[in-house]
């Protein structure tokens, strides 16, 4: 009765896992080496059928596990997707309106200016008219800076600052 004999590493090259996995599944299972080949401990073929019975059941496990994990990490992303949708739209509403107040603002801003260079324009024409009624009589320029302060302005600082 010939049985293959395997040592941990074998093992684990044989199902694609760790040295660790190996020895962890052999101490879950209680498993005693068949022999030594100096320090190496060898499993037999029925050793081995457990070892690969129970990692394959950790693997599926694992995989459960992971499509849990996958769908409840779907089902995150589109709570988050969402709330950053509602998030862009309320930015793109505030936007909106930001740039409808900066436009009026600009119109206003528009109707001002032109209403100063109305007024300052008006203000131009009449001192142009003032300067050539002036310009007529000199004697009523010089009786104007002759005058005497009236006694509104003879008041005291004080008095005319808290009337």
Do not use: C
Request: charged share 35%.
């Amino acid at each position: 009765m010939s049985s293959e004999l395997f040592t941990m590493s074998q093992i684990s090259h044989k199902l694609n896992v760790s040295k660790s996995s190996v020895y962890r599944s052999i101490s879950k299972l209680n498993l005693r080496e068949t022999s030594t080949r100096g320090k190496a401990k060898l499993y037999n073929q029925e050793a081995f059928k457990k070892i690969q019975k129970d990692l394959s059941d950790l693997n599926n496990k694992q995989s459960i596990d992971d499509s849990k994990n996958n769908s409840e990490l779907i089902q995150e992303l589109k709570t988050e997707v969402e709330r950053w949708k509602s998030e862009t739209d309320k930015r793109n509403e505030q936007i909106d309106k930001l740039t409808q107040l900066l436009d009026q603002s600009q119109r206003l801003q528009l109707d001002v200016q032109n209403k100063l260079k109305k007024l300052e324009s008006n203000t131009t024409k009449s001192r142009e008219n003032d300067s050539k009624g002036d310009k007529n009589n000199p004697d009523t320029n010089i009786n104007e800076q002759n005058k005497k302060p009236s006694s509104e302005t003879q008041k005291s600082f004080w008095k005319r600052l808290f009337r």
